[in-house]
């Protein structure tokens, strides 16, 4: 299998770091330049038409795109392990928490800094810069409530560790490197210790 990913992306990042928790070392990575336009060649256009990243090209030569169902595929394929929840009613809980991190963190984020960080200009054509910063403050209220969340519990979806919290880790990865978002600088210590222990796990080594 080929996985087509880009540096410094962050949902390429999640799928790397959802193999990182595997233990999954088979998978060769073809690195995509976004800011070359690669990902608007014909090869890659053909492999996926929407022009994203990140994409897995199977050995049977098709190709599974978005990184949930990528990394659904792969706990299909290597179960343990379970980063996805036990039986479906785990599953839903634990699928619930991604989805929050993903919808009202993660897109929350990336349309803060596509649409004001002069660096994705050329990814992001035209910027709206004051809808940029109008998504920024409504991280914060996103990261407000899952700094209560991890006053609860341990992590994003519970009591262990499971793809939400790499969704989340992602996330607030990009806000920190291009946003300067610091939660424990703004009052969130829960969510800055969650951070902080999260990125002491090996797979948030793992940098594309």
């Known amino acids: 299998m080929k996985l087509y990913i880009s540096t410094f992306a962050p949902n390429p990042r999640r799928v790397t770091m959802f193999i990182a928790e595997k233990g ?8 995509i330049d976004l800011n070359a336009g690669e990902h608007r060649s014909a090869a890659f256009v053909a492999k996926n038409p929407l022009a994203r990243v990140p994409a897995l090209e199977l050995d049977d030569g098709r190709v599974l795109c978005e990184t949930r169902a990528i990394c659904t595929y ?15 009613e785990e599953r839903a809980f634990i699928e619930m928490a991604d ?27 035209p910027q709206f810069p004051e809808f940029g910063a109008s998504q920024g403050e409504k991280m914060r209220e996103a990261a407000r409530w899952l700094d209560s969340e991890l006053g609860k519990q341990p992590y994003v979806a ?13 996330a607030l990865e990009f806000a920190r490197g ?10 969130m210590n829960n ?3 969650w951070r902080d222990r999260i990125a002491a796990r090996p797979s948030a080594a793992t940098r594309v």
């Open 191 to 193: 969510l800055q210790e």
């Open 24 to 31: 999954i070392g088979d998978i060769e990575t073809v690195m």
């Open 74 to 88: 792969i706990e299909g394929m290597h179960p343990e392990p379970n980063l996805m929840g036990e039986g479906f």
């Open 178 to 187: 291009l946003m300067k978002f610091r939660p424990g600088a703004e009052g």
């Open 99 to 125: 989805r929050r991190a993903e919808l009202h963190l993660f897109a929350v984020i990336a349309n803060c800094v596509r649409h004001s960080h002069p660096g994705l200009a050329v990814l992001e054509q």
């Open 158 to 170: 519970g009591q262990r560790f499971t793809v939400a919290d790499i969704t989340a880790f992602c």
